[in-house]
């Protein structure tokens, strides 16, 4: 049953880095266009 819960919960872990990544990613192009366009 923990085993259980502790392999949902690293799932879900990873499901958010990979979001956090794509955020940092998104975050991090429209910074550079925003600095190229203001530079």
Do not use: C, P
Not at 3 to 29: E, P
């Amino acid at each position: 049953m923990t085993r259980f819960a502790h392999n949902r919960d690293s799932r879900n872990d990873r499901k958010r880095s990979m979001i956090a990544t794509k955020i940092y990613g998104l975050l991090s192009r429209t910074f550079s266009i925003y600095i190229g366009e203001v530079g």
